[in-house]
């Protein structure tokens, strides 16, 4: 028997990401803060603080924007801790495995606040010691969400419109579907850790 954890199920890529794994597990413990509003006999919403059942795999779903958080303090409390918590409780529960949603030009080193704590929360997660940690880092998403982020909307129909231009190293800035990277999360054949950029996951 298979069982695996999401965290950030309430997401673009988590929602696709959830779907899947109910396909693929024969458990889905899902951390949560509200109802998922899901039904299926395989899953169990667990709140976030709370102890996780034995686990093969942990998936990390959770992010935001500066804007919606309110502060860069904020903002920080659910990309890296929340994340970082999430991951080590996984960790703790025996999985071996963790995938994570990051972003294109994430980096511990990067002079933008965004960037920099996605890097770190990759470097936290790493240190963990997982046998196999997937780092995908999309640039925009493509898909329908539940909330507005008017500027990033701005950014896609860019993105997407001027994708044919984005070429050799510039590939990976192109927009991507976000049932795609849900569907790269679940790849594997590997150990250690590897980064999946736009031409991986798409």
Same mark, same amino acid.
């Given at each position: 028997?298979?069982?695996?954890?999401?965290?950030?199920?309430?997401?673009?890529?988590?929602?696709?990401?959830?779907?899947? +794994?109910?396909?693929?597990?024969?458990?889905?413990?899902?951390?949560?803060? =509200?109802?998922?509003?899901?039904?299926?006999?395989?899953? !169990?919403?667990?709140?976030?603080?709370?102890? +996780?059942?034995?686990?093969?795999? $942990?998936?990390?779903?959770?992010?935001?924007?500066?804007?919606? %958080?309110?502060?860069?303090?904020?903002?920080?409390?659910? &990309?890296? &801790? *929340?994340?970082?918590?999430? *991951? =080590?409780?996984?960790?703790? /529960?025996? *999985?071996?495995?963790? /995938?994570?949603?990051?972003?294109? &030009?994430?980096?511990?080193?990067?002079?933008?606040?965004?960037?920099?704590?996605?890097?770190?929360?990759?470097?936290?997660?790493?240190?963990?010691?997982?046998?196999?940690?997937?780092?995908?880092?999309?640039?925009?998403?493509?898909?329908?969400?539940?909330?507005? #982020?008017?500027?990033?909307?701005?950014?896609?129909?860019? $993105?997407?419109?001027?994708?044919? +231009?984005?070429?050799?190293? +510039? =590939?990976?800035? !192109? *927009?991507?579907?976000?049932?795609?990277?849900? %569907?790269?999360?679940?790849? &594997?054949?590997?150990?250690?850790? #590897?980064?999946?950029?736009?031409?991986?996951?798409?």
């Amino acid at each position: 028997m298979a069982n695996c954890a999401i965290a950030g199920a309430s997401g673009l890529v988590g929602g696709h990401l959830l779907t899947l +794994l109910l396909q693929e597990f024969d458990q889905v413990a899902a951390v949560t803060r =509200r109802p998922l509003g899901v039904s299926a006999p395989n899953l !169990r919403e667990i709140a976030f603080g709370d102890p +996780l059942p034995a686990l093969d795999a $942990a998936f990390c779903c959770l992010g935001t924007t500066i804007k919606k %958080a309110g502060s860069e303090s904020a903002f920080r409390r659910i &990309d890296f &801790d *929340a994340a970082v918590a999430f *991951a =080590r409780t996984s960790r703790a /529960a025996g *999985a071996s495995s963790f /995938a994570i949603v990051s972003s294109v &030009d994430a980096s511990p080193a990067s002079s933008n606040f965004y960037l920099r704590v996605k890097g770190e929360t990759e470097a936290a997660v790493v240190a963990l010691g997982f046998e196999r940690v997937t780092i995908l880092r999309p640039s925009f998403l493509l898909g329908d969400r539940s909330e507005s #982020r008017p500027g990033e909307k701005i950014g896609i129909v860019i $993105a997407s419109a001027l994708g044919f +231009l984005f070429v050799g190293p +510039l =590939r990976k800035y !192109r *927009a991507v579907n976000a049932e795609l990277v849900a %569907a790269a999360m679940l790849k &594997d054949g590997w150990n250690g850790v #590897r980064i999946l950029e736009y031409d991986e996951i798409a």
